[in-house]
């Protein structure tokens, strides 16, 4: 079952801009997940950032999480076309179930 | 982080047959993750395999419909059966954390995927 939902389900942009994608969940959890899919193939792990984190950086990525509104966001800074794929959220849910459990995707178009 | 070999990456099968998915990892772990991507979708998870003990599977899942075994902790395959159209999916499969090491705080592995096409 999903876990909740993300949005924008599909985001345009330039190259050089800013991308943002919001996630809801609606567990509680151990850690929050995001991963990149190329064209339908396997998925990338790019970050992940724990219940009692709030913010976390790795290179152009920046993620946030909200438990008190069991939300989480990524931003992308200076989009390249590379960027282009499909993000998903996941959750590691708290109570020892040990899976993930995705969230439905936004897909970023960087055009060039 | 581990490497997963996910074999076929595509097929195309008649309805009505089988298709077995198979996974392997380069390190020992405890529990293999089955997803479906069913096109344009999220990944939904199939089943949890565990070496020695019966899949769990999710609700909506269930063990006729997509048998697996997980004969040692490097390898499991997932078997989708007596196949519909409506089976047409990407098929993937993962482990956590970078194999032997402990813990989802490295991320989840995935294997590329297997798409499957069911005329």
């Known amino acids: 079952s999903q876990q909740g939902e993300e949005d924008p389900q599909a985001l345009s942009i330039q190259e050089g801009e800013n991308a943002t994608m919001n996630c809801s969940y609606k567990?509680?959890?151990?850690?929050l997940q995001w991963y990149r899919q190329n064209s339908g193939r396997g998925l990338v792990h790019l970050i992940l950032?724990?219940?009692?984190?709030r913010e976390k950086h790795s290179g152009r990525l920046r993620v946030t999480l909200d438990t008190s509104k069991k939300s989480s966001s990524l931003l992308i800074t200076a989009s390249r076309a590379a960027d282009t794929a499909s993000y998903f959220c996941?959750?590691?849910?708290?109570?020892?179930?040990?899976?993930?459990?995705f969230g439905a995707g936004t897909r970023l178009a960087v055009h060039p | 982080s581990a490497v997963i070999s996910q074999k076929p990456s595509r097929d195309i099968c008649q309805r009505g047959t089988s298709l077995t998915i198979q996974c392997q990892v380069d390190s020992q772990v405890t529990m293999m993750f089955w997803y479906r991507q069913q096109p344009g979708q999220s990944l939904t998870l199939i089943a949890t395999a565990n070496q020695g003990s019966e899949a769990t599977y999710e609700s909506g899942f269930v063990i006729d419909k997509f048998p697996i075994s997980r004969p040692n902790l490097t390898f499991s395959t997932l078997t989708v059966s007596n196949m519909s159209p409506e089976d047409s999916s990407i098929y993937l499969c993962?482990?956590?954390?970078?194999?032997?090491?402990?813990?989802?705080?490295?991320?989840?592995?995935f294997g590329s995927g297997t798409r499957l096409t069911v005329v």
């Open positions: 950032i724990r219940s009692n984190e």
């Open positions: 996941a959750t590691d849910a708290s109570g020892g179930y040990n899976k993930l459990i």
């Open positions: 567990t509680s959890i151990n850690n």
């Open positions: 993962s482990v956590e954390g970078g194999g032997a090491r402990k813990g989802a705080r490295h991320g989840y592995t």
